[in-house]
């Protein structure tokens, strides 16, 4: 409390609205493969576009169907919106994964030096061209394919006399010094500049396009009708020396086939990041491309599907190195798809030689860059270097399932499979691991719900498990598919698989119907509350499924879920539609958590207190901190009674519970009393038949 000291009007502010927070109750985890996205990590997904961005397409040859299941989890009304998916991956020494790779060729952009006669021999450069002496040039550039890339086919330039103190300007203003849309720059040698080694007062007019049949043309003249040409221009060779002076020259650059690339690999191992070219038209996967943007820029492109996903302004030059835009690894990440460096090597294999190279040396202006250390063999040493406008598709990714278990259930080491989702940050309330039945699998997930205690375990039943005595067989682990009996309040399975058709794959599947437990789970909290069970005609019919792996009679039903059996059957009512007919947990024990809906109500009331009673840890262990955890756990309470989750509830936190050996050990307890509402799962009619002379 604050001292006041010397007179005067205080306001003191104290915060006592103290209350229970919100929690989503439709939070799922699934735990599955993938052909693309981060391995073995928890991902937020809310929506199925961005679930195909991330982690790529259904795929029949991927283990299991935590695709296809999170998909239908994100989609139509009865869904979920939030998602978190781990795609699970053996990061073993043996794991086959692999990035997926593509090649930005380089080469050299061609080059024609402006070098003024001299006035005799021995004697320096006249120079004065566009200072003193009027320059007239004509110029035509081509891109590698031979494509003229002035829509007049070639353009003219006046360098008038007096338009700038030293040639370097003159041209510079005139044809833009490199920032150009034109597909031309201009480098001159001058005092602090970095010099193309021609000579002082030498300087070059070079091409923005790189590589094998990419042309530059250049055409000097001294009058403005083009008629008397000037002897002052040379090419610049492959070899970075210069030809022999004349009026017009033409100069050419070159590719530096399997010597020096920029080298691309997807962020992550996958083949869906591997372009391919379907039957129906349309594109999958990822591609890269330059395109020139004038000067010294390029654009650099990802694509994505056929599509544009992004774009980055790049260079050779430091203000936009390509190193500096395009992220290196997979960390700080500027490209969500690729990462790249400038290597050399060949990459035609898929055996790229990765030894990264650091030797683009700035040049002014032009910006595109020399060699420093000779990596490209003898007799080549371009003067200007740049990247060729191609496109390429990655290729050569493998998703590497690998040990499909030991991917699934994860280790200490990575914590990733199922083992990704018992982190702090990842608030599921349902989870599950699609179309994967395995033993070691599904009792791992159980396992988690069990150690988590904010989650559960939907299971489902095995595809070709057989009928109803078989089902019940493998549940209670007398089958050659289990060994153990499934038996925890933190579990739920289902049974049998339901048909649905898949429109990425173009065709009907049979499908887990632990999904469609929980889509029906979310469905129920969306239209009533997590305590209602989400079962029966009311929450539990299924609109897109078409038809059941086995059709179950009522003695089917009977057996599977009671005698101590714990499954949930799905049934096709000839006039009602397929239907989850069955909400017991797997819980033997018969207590009120044999219900998920119970259990999903205990789950809530957990959840919702860890949250809201945060708090209080740290303060004083009296009387005054004990009466503010029942504020704030009576109106919760009570709120959950006129919602139709229990009938009675207490309380109690106070000397009882506080003994003083609780105190002395610095524990506060709390105990909470609770009568959950139950279900109706069985509504009997009785008809009495009475004589006439009975009276109402």
Known sequence: MPNFVSPGVYVIEKDISEYTPTINPSVVGVVGFADKGEPNKATLITTPTQLINTFGRPNEDLPGQGIEGSLELLSGPNGTSQLWYVRAMDESATSTASEAQATVAMGSCPAVNINPPPVGEGETPLGGYGVDTDLFLRVRVTDRHGTSLFPEDSREFAILADTASTQALALRNVLGGGNTTDHIGVHWDEVGDQGSNFGDNNGCIVGAHAGDSATLTVQAFSDADMNNELTILQDVKADGTLGTAAAAQTAHGITFNNTLHYFVESLFEGAGYNQAFNPNGT???????????????????????????ENFVVSLTPQAFIEGVVNTGSVNTSSEVIKGRLMKGSGDTGEFDATPINFIQTIANIGVGSVVENTLGDAVNPRFCGFINDGAGLIFGDSGTGNEIASLVGNAENQGGIKALLGESVPITMAIVPGITTEQVQTELVLAAETKQSFLAVLGSPLGVGNAQKAIDWHNG????????????????????????????????????????????????SVSEEWFAPAGFTRGLLGKPTELEIDLTQGDRDALYSGGNA????????????????????????????????????LAIRRTILAGTQRYVFEPNDELTWEKVRETLNPFLDNIRTRRGITQFKVICDETTNTPLRVDRNELWCKVLIKPTKTAEVIVFELNITNQSTNF
């Open 478 to 525: 007398v089958s050659d598919l289990r060994g153990n009996a499934l038996n925890s309040s933190y579990a739920a399975v289902y049974y049998p698989q339901v048909k649905v058709n898949n429109t990425f794959l173009q065709k009907d599947i049979w499908m887990d119907p632990g999904v469609y437990g929980i889509k029906q789970m979310c469905y129920t909290d």
């Open 283 to 309: 594109i999958t996967g990822n591609a890269v491309g330059m395109t020139a943007a004038g000067g010294p820029n390029n654009i650099f492109t990802v694509y994505q599907d056929g599509g544009i996903l």
């Open 567 to 602: 499954i949930n059957p799905i049934v096709k009512f000839p006039q009602r539609g397929i239907a989850i007919f069955g909400q017991r947990t797997t819980q033997r024990a018969p207590t009120a958590l044999d219900r998920v809906n119970i259990r999903r109500l205990l």
